[in-house]
Every structure is written in C-alpha cells, then in structure tokens.
T-cell receptor, first 112, second 114 residues
Framework: GESVGLHLPTLSVQEGDNSIINCAYS??????FIWYKQESGKGPQFIID?????DKRQGQRVTVLLNKTVKHLSLQIAATQPGDSAVYFC???????????FGKGTMLLVSP | DAGVTQSPTHLIKTRGQQVTLRCSPK?????VSWYQQALGQGPQFIFQ???????QRGNFPDRFSGHQFPNYSSELNVNALLLGDSALYLC?????????????FGSGTRLTVV
C-alpha cells in the first residue's frame, strides 16, 4: 500500500533494541492521550492510552510516559521487532469532546 | 466481529466532480467520525455523527458534508473536488457512552483527484 510515512521524522533501530518515540501535544486542557500505530495501507491501530491524572502506564512491551508540565508524551517499545515497523502517532482528546487531535507522527524502522 | 468497514478502498475522480464515501461502524458502536489524512501527515478531524446528526465539525469547508443512517452507517460527501482533496479518508467508530474511548478506525478510502 501507499506509504503514510513520507517526510516524517524517522527512528531506525536494530531488532531487540528498545525504542523511544516522542510527541509534543498542543492543548494543556487535553485529559486523555492515545498512541496509535499505522502500517502502510491501513488505518491507525490503538496501542496504549493514558489519562492526564497519570504519568506512566505500561502495557505488553509498551510504556507511555506523560509529562504535563512540558506537554510531552513518549512511547517506549521494549525489545523492538521488525513487525513494529510502522508510523506512530500520538493523539489527544480534550475534556468534553470526543474528537482526536493527532500529532505529526514518527516512522519507526526496525532492521533484523 | 467485523470492525469498521469502508468502501471503496481506492477511488480516482476528476477535479470538480463529487464523491461519496461509505462507512459501516463496528458492531455496538453508534458514533462515527471522519478524518482526512494527507500523505505524510496525521489525520485531521472532519466531523462526527451521532443519532443521525452532525455533532462536531473540524475546520473543513461546506463542500464536505455527511450523513448517518438509522443503522449507524455513514457517508462522507465531497463536492467540487479540488486537487488538494487527494488524501486517505478514514472513518472511526466509537461507543458514545464512552466518549473519547474505544475509537476503532477503518482502513480508509484512498481518494485521488486528477
């Protein structure tokens, strides 16, 4: 499928490395944040979420960190695998709304 | 359990024409949102439908309109197509009672305007 990753920042890692993808969000009123993975030719796929009253949440091989002071999110992927290669987006939702505002995205390339 | 389904998957239209894209939400979801994703960009919110009404709208011109049917499926219509409307159009459904949670995206319709 056609790539969604043209002109995006790229993070290249080796299989087995840990990956950290960063995101700056825009709205200090946002209270819910989501990381999505988007593979070529597919729609965004939910990875992990975090509410604004938390600063860390862990899933299977993934951890999200939230720093509200500097409006920064990060996604940590442990033991990165070739199947993790995709474009990763953070998204935010503000109180009282149910629409997503997406960040710019990062392409993750994992070499075997 | 089928997820969000969109049709068609690819479409080529001529500048000035009109297009209709279709979306069937995930079972149990009653809210449908549409997003436009230009190449190399994150998705941009177009509008959201719930109970057959447009509930929220992003910064898109009136050429973009939509509809939701009683079975919760939805259509996105774009009139007077411009070259800049070329993009991947994503439909996402969610259960309204969990506003902001449970978003599920379809694979999108790739629209090319020539």
């Amino acid at each position: 499928g056609e790539s969604v990753g043209l002109h995006l920042p790229t993070l290249s890692v080796q299989e087995g490395d840990n990956s950290i993808i960063n995101c700056a969000y825009s709205n200090s009123a946002s209270d819910y944040f989501i990381w999505y993975k988007q593979e070529s030719g597919k729609g965004p796929q939910f990875i992990i979420d975090i509410r604004s009253n938390m600063d860390k949440r862990q899933g299977q091989r993934v951890t999200v960190l939230l720093n509200k002071t500097v409006k920064h999110l990060s996604l940590q992927i442990a033991a990165t695998q070739p199947g993790d290669s995709a474009v990763y987006f953070c998204a935010e939702i503000s109180t009282g709304y149910s629409t997503l505002t997406f960040g710019k995205g990062t392409m993750l390339l994992v070499s075997p | 359990d089928a997820g969000v389904t969109q049709s068609p998957t690819h479409l080529i239209k001529t500048r000035g024409q009109q297009v209709t894209l279709r979306c069937s939400p995930k079972s149990g979801h009653d809210t449908v949102s549409w997003y436009q994703q230009a190449l190399g960009q994150g998705p941009q919110f177009i509008f959201q439908y719930y109970e057959e009404e447009e509930r929220q709208r992003g910064n898109f011109p009136d050429r973009f309109s939509g509809h939701q049917f009683p079975n919760y499926s939805s259509e996105l219509n774009v009139n007077a197509l411009l070259l800049g409307d070329s993009a991947l159009y994503l439909c996402a459904s969610s259960p309204q009672r969990r506003s902001g949670y449970g978003y599920t995206f379809g694979s999108g319709t790739r629209l090319t305007v020539v």
